[in-house]
């Protein structure tokens, strides 16, 4: 069935071609589907598009098909163009000219729209918490060894001391900055799009505040035109929150193939999370971190995946943006995966507690000595050439004593100021609004 159908049939293979993929893909559109399908006959009830018995019929048989998706017994048939031909189908199969009716004032072109955002928005919404579980292991593990000292590097060479728990709890504070960008996502993202149509409204009186309001977002967007171009553009936002977040991962998985590596013997990685070797018995590779830092660069290539589909078209819709479905979904995945498997590695590895005793470290201490000397009164730069001429005639003397406590610094992490930063954000998401609104069109 298409919703578009006339009196000819469609050549077989071009069928396939625009089909595409969307019959697998719109399945995780379904329970969405029915979502926006709630709200939006409630509102044509209250205009006087439908009766309200013919409402009533509508919820309950809708609630049905729900139910169905949610048990996983749902499914887009052959035949079906995509989950809104389906759902219309299953309505008009069961409830006949009351079935036919749901579409009034509205288009597949905003349909989809409000899918999507209400799909975003979970997926969001799960992002965020496996963000946050991430954020507060790395916490836990900065805590934990922050008295544990390690080398810090600029350009690849020795360069300060450091500690894991400054290490570990940078990349906690770097989700915290990417959590900040997926919550502006989220803003523009949790916007109301339906009502909106083809991109040019409709000649129904339909109340667009109370679809708003029904489906918990936070606002409409108000110009039709705009809601439509929302579609690539709220991919594109989200991917850049995505990207920020694929950064850290990246990098910290970097970090740790580095440091495991036997030159290096900065941490153990457990067992159970590596891999060995067809041939070389004492292998433990770090294939994990290595697929986490691969699949990283992948979400950061995403942005740039999403301006190619939909950067040179004009105002209004178009099929390429189909193909958007087919990028950013598996990407959603990937990311999920990644920070899910982050946070179990990080479970169980061991940081070697000895290693600024071996005497190739030596030098991270010459920052410390000039400090210590600028402290009893010798000016920076005449204190920084007595250091330097000590290690060039080779009696450089240095105190393993080292005291920071500055915000940030070695001795003074602020983990608790970093956590109620990051709690902040996260009450601003408040998800537990939306989830209520949800919970009552459902009911």
């Known amino acids: 069935m298409k919703l578009w159908q006339k009196d000819f049939t469609l050549d077989k293979t071009i069928e396939n071609f625009t089909v595409g993929k969307d019959r697998e893909l719109d399945l995780f559109l379904a329970k969405f589907d029915i979502q926006g399908s709630l709200a939006h006959i409630e509102m044509l009830q209250s205009i006087g598009l439908l009766e309200k018995e013919e409402l009533q019929l509508l919820q309950i048989e809708l609630k049905n098909i729900y139910q169905e998706i949610e048990n996983g017994n749902f499914q887009i048939e052959e035949g079906m163009e995509d989950v809104h031909s389906q759902i219309e189908w299953m309505l008009t199969k069961k409830l006949g000219n009351v079935g036919k009716k749901i579409h009034s004032g509205r288009s597949r072109n905003d349909q989809v729209l409000v899918d999507l955002r209400l799909f975003f928005r979970e997926e969001i919404q799960s992002i965020s918490e496996l963000v946050n579980t991430l954020f507060e292991k790395l916490q836990a593990v900065s805590d934990q060894h922050k008295d544990v000292l390690m080398p810090g590097?600029?350009?690849?060479?020795?360069?300060?001391?450091?500690?894991?728990?400054?290490?570990?709890?940078?990349?906690?504070?770097?989700l915290a900055d990417d959590l900040q960008l997926l919550l502006s996502a989220h803003k523009i993202n949790n916007q109301n799009p339906l009502g909106s149509a083809a991109g040019y409204g409709s000649s129904f009186p339909l109340n667009r505040t109370l679809t708003t309001q029904l489906l918990g977002f936070d606002d409409l967007n108000y110009n039709v035109v705009h809601a439509q171009m929302g579609r690539g553009k709220t991919?594109?936002?989200?991917?850049?929150?995505?990207?920020?977040?694929?950064?850290?991962?990246?990098?910290?998985?970097?970090?740790?193939?580095?440091?495991?590596?036997?030159?290096?013997?900065?941490l153990n990685l457990p067992k159970e999370f590596t891999t060995g070797s067809s041939i070389m018995p004492h292998k433990k590779n770090p294939d994990v971190f290595e697929l986490i830092r691969?699949?990283?660069?992948?979400?950061?290539?995403?942005?740039?995946?999403?301006?190619?589909?939909?950067?040179?078209?004009?105002?209004?819709?178009?099929?390429?943006?189909?193909?958007?479905?087919?990028?950013?979904?598996?990407?959603?995945?990937?990311?999920?995966?990644?920070?899910?498997?982050?946070?179990?590695?990080?479970?169980?590895?061991?940081?070697?507690?000895?290693i600024l005793e071996e005497k190739k470290y030596e030098y991270l201490y010459s920052?410390?000595?000039?400090?210590?000397?600028?402290?009893?009164?010798?000016?920076?730069?005449?204190?920084?050439?007595?250091?330097?001429?000590?290690?060039?005639?080779?009696?450089?003397?240095?105190?393993?004593?080292?005291?920071?406590?500055?915000?940030?610094?070695?001795?003074?992490?602020?983990?608790?100021?970093?956590?109620?930063?990051?709690?902040?954000?996260?009450?601003?998401?408040?998800?537990?609004?939306?989830?209520?609104?949800?919970?009552?069109?459902?009911?």
């Open 235 to 266: 991919e594109l936002t989200l991917s850049f929150a995505m990207a920020s977040i694929a950064n850290t991962l990246g990098k910290l998985a970097t970090d740790i193939c580095l440091f495991s590596n036997q030159n290096y013997n900065f």
């Open 294 to 354: 691969a699949k990283s660069n992948q979400i950061q290539n995403l942005p740039q995946q999403i301006m190619g589909i939909f950067n040179n078209l004009i105002t209004g819709y178009h099929r390429d943006f189909q193909l958007l479905k087919e990028t950013v979904f598996p990407a959603i995945e990937n990311l999920k995966d990644c920070l899910t498997v982050t946070t179990l590695a990080l479970e169980k590895i061991e940081v070697r507690t000895d």
């Open 153 to 174: 590097y600029t350009h690849t060479q020795i360069a300060m001391v450091s500690s894991f728990g400054l290490w570990f709890g940078a990349f906690a504070e770097s």
């Open 367 to 443: 920052v410390e000595e000039v400090n210590r000397l600028v402290l009893e009164g010798t000016p920076f730069r005449d204190a920084y050439k007595i250091v330097g001429m000590q290690i060039e005639n080779g009696n450089f003397t240095f105190d393993k004593n080292i005291q920071h406590t500055h915000e940030g610094s070695l001795g003074n992490l602020c983990n608790d100021k970093i956590k109620l930063k990051m709690n902040r954000i996260i009450e601003e998401f408040d998800f537990e609004k939306i989830e209520s609104q949800i919970s009552k069109l459902l009911s």
